[in-house]
């Protein structure tokens, strides 16, 4: 099968390509993001690869299915940026991987609360210039804090249990409660509550209508005084605004985000030598209590192995006529 790569970067090709051999499709990469004026590059090929960033619209889905495009393969799990409604009317099929590895986005998470908690990103810059004071670096002891966690998904469960290793309290809210993790000690509450009595709260839930800006005005003003927040999993699960408005009045004590809602233009590219347009984002890498990474969290070796593996895997599930053997996202 012809497939046409879009948002490639070195280490997507270089993946991609080793899966590549033992399956033998015929890939071609391109480093532009998938849009409807890019959208020609992929005429003539029967399935393109995109990325989290890629807006599959209407306008974009049409161009390709005109062009003779049958199959949209996401190398990543989400699929909040594709109109399935379109795609389902246009014969597209829509495949995903659901799982790649839930650890490293799990350790990921674990690795940005010890950083912002214990201010490792700042003693280091501090060593470097030859400051070997500590005030300013206290944290404080996860044992025995309440951390609640929104989403208990395959990600969210390992974490839970991570969490539990460091003899926290958690709390989980989640529309399908997991027997192990109750029977681990997890509580699960209504969401009110569980930002009510968190000492930490850490996004894992997928971005769908209902999660859309969870973290609303209304929510951060419920949150403990002092709450540290993560997000390692869409940036539209957070009203930036209202973010900006808890951490400037103190009720949001810490902030740790590896996503964003408008990272599209931002995340993934190299802008150190440009002024960064996006002021919201700008506003929040001006506060000494907030910590951003560009969308990692997934980003290890056995991750990528996995996501170029079944993305391949689900492209010769489709060219033999073997679609349940793919990862089709359904609506």
Known sequence: MKIAFFSTKPYDKRFFVAANESVGHELTFFETKLTADTAALADGFEGVCVFVNDP?????????????????????????????????????????????????????????????????????????????????????????????????????QIFAKICIGFGMHVLAYDIKPKDELQ?????????????????????????????????????????????????TSRGGLINAKALIHGLKSGQIGSVALDVYEEEGDVFFEDLSDKVLQDDVLARLLSFPNVLITSHQAFFTKEAMHKIASTTLDNATGYANSDIDQANHVKR
């Open 183 to 231: 029977a681990m000690g997890v509580r699960y509450v209504p969401f009110d509550e569980l930002v009510k009595k968190s000492d930490i709260i850490s996004l894992m839930c997928p971005l769908t209508p209902d999660t859309h800006h969870l973290v609303s005005t209304d929510a951060v003003a419920n949150m403990k005084p002092g709450v540290m927040l993560v997000n």
């Open 56 to 156: 599959l619209d209407a306008q974009v889905l049409e161009k390709l299915a005109g062009q003779g495009c049958k199959l949209i393969l996401l190398r990543c799990a989400g699929y909040n940026n594709v109109d399935l409604d379109a795609a389902d009317r246009l014969g597209l099929t829509v495949c995903r991987v659901p799982v790649y590895s839930p650890y490293a986005v799990a350790e990921h998470t674990v690795a940005l609360i010890l950083t912002l908690n214990r201010k490792v990103h700042k003693a280091y810059n501090r060593v470097r210039e030859g400051n070997f004071a500590i005030d300013g670096l206290i944290g404080f002891d996860l044992h025995d804090k309440a951390i609640g966690i929104v989403g208990t998904g395959r990600i969210g």
